[in-house]
């Protein structure tokens, strides 16, 4: 059970304006636990970041929410009491159904600017399980992270996929399931497919051999092209489908 449980959100941020707005001027956050993590002189890739947090607040109980700077809360924090520490947690994640992902969490994402803005995800209205997370949001408890010391943030990745990462390490590695929690939010960022996310693939796919799972972009895993074979990501016209659902 986590009721009463502290809750304490870590958001590395090189934008001061976007982890300002979204985090402690937030109505829907008053009073919440929020640390800020300057990246802007360290520049270091959000693995390193998360996993000094992990080791910074290990000993005691508490749920560690990991959010992107461009990631606002539109109503409270999800509902925490009841929920298993024995599990990952986000808010938006990837399931495979048949041949094709189905993404679920429900959400707004847009430019940067706020521009373009769309709904995208399939709402649930409890926690729903997923093969895989999306980066932007994460939650781990720490009785978790103790009884689990070889689950932690892959700093072999900097900006991209180590979610997904850590989902693939919790569920094959651990035997833990991996949930998408309600929430109402807006993540301010679309995303790109760049180098630095196909050398990702191409790490997660030596990590990881025999796994093929669908992410939120692209299929993960060395067996992905398998998946492949039977459907092709357009990001624009999954997030048509889902605004229809």
Not at 127 to 138: A, H, M, N
Not at 165 to 184: D, I, K
Request: charged share 25%; aromatic share 10%; with cysteine.
């Amino acid at each position: 059970m986590s009721e009463g449980t502290p809750v304490r959100l870590a958001v590395p941020f090189i934008n001061e304006e976007m982890v300002e707005r979204f985090f402690l001027r937030n109505p829907h956050l008053q009073g919440a636990d929020i640390t800020p993590l300057d990246n802007r002189e360290r520049g270091v890739g959000l693995p390193v970041l998360y996993n000094e947090f992990i080791a910074a607040n290990l000993e005691r109980d508490a749920w560690l929410f990991f959010l992107h700077e461009d990631f606002e809360f539109l109503g409270p924090l999800p509902e925490l009491s009841g929920l298993r520490t024995e599990a990952v947690y986000g808010t938006f994640g990837a399931r495979l159904e048949g041949r094709k992902p189905c993404m679920y969490g429900r959400h707004t994402c847009s430019n940067k600017d706020g521009s373009n803005a769309r709904k995208t995800g399939i709402e649930i209205a409890a926690p729903t399980w997923v093969d895989t997370l999306d980066c932007q949001s994460i939650l781990l408890h720490s009785a978790m992270l103790r009884a689990h010391p070889g689950l932690r943030f892959d700093e072999g990745l900097s900006f991209d996929l180590y979610a997904e990462e850590f989902c693939l390490n919790a569920q094959e590695n651990h035997g833990l399931s991996v949930m998408v929690l309600p929430a109402r939010f807006q993540h301010y960022s679309y995303g790109r497919i760049i180098e630095r996310y196909r050398e990702g693939l191409a790490h997660l796919a030596e990590r990881y051999p025999d796994s093929a799972v669908p992410g939120t972009c692209t299929f993960i895993g060395g067996r992905a092209a398998e998946l492949e074979a039977g459907f092709t990501y357009d990001n624009k016209a999954l997030q048509a489908e889902a605004a229809r659902r």
